[in-house]
């Protein structure tokens, strides 16, 4: 396994009046779709109206071989190998 996939890289997103410690809500787990290279759409599109319309927090959760999980030398969303 290539460095770059052995650390999993997430965002953590609370409400701004979200008190460490003291307060509990609920977190969702948002994993990536085929091609989604960041955390910026899935911000915008499912984690901010969680956060404003429910008390729901979340977790981005980047998968391997996308954004910065992804080995230098792949190109785009394609894997280097079969066994990737």
């Given at each position: 396994?290539?460095?770059q996939v052995a650390t999993a890289?997430?965002?953590?997103?609370?409400?701004?009046?979200?008190?460490?410690?003291?307060?509990?809500?609920?977190?969702?787990?948002?994993?990536?779709?085929?091609?989604?290279?960041?955390?910026?759409?899935?911000?915008?599109?499912?984690?901010?109206?969680?956060?404003?319309?429910?008390?729901?927090?979340?977790?981005?959760?980047?998968?391997?071989?996308?954004g910065l999980r992804k080995p230098?030398?792949?190109?785009?969303?394609?894997?280097?190998y079969v066994t990737n």
């Amino acid at each position: 396994v290539p460095s770059q996939v052995a650390t999993a890289h997430f965002q953590l997103v609370l409400s701004r009046d979200h008190r460490f410690g003291i307060d509990s809500i609920p977190i969702g787990i948002c994993y990536t779709g085929t091609g989604d290279h960041g955390f910026s759409r899935r911000r915008l599109f499912t984690v901010v109206p969680l956060i404003n319309q429910y008390p729901i927090g979340s977790i981005l959760l980047e998968n391997p071989y996308y954004g910065l999980r992804k080995p230098p030398d792949q190109s785009r969303s394609s894997l280097l190998y079969v066994t990737n």
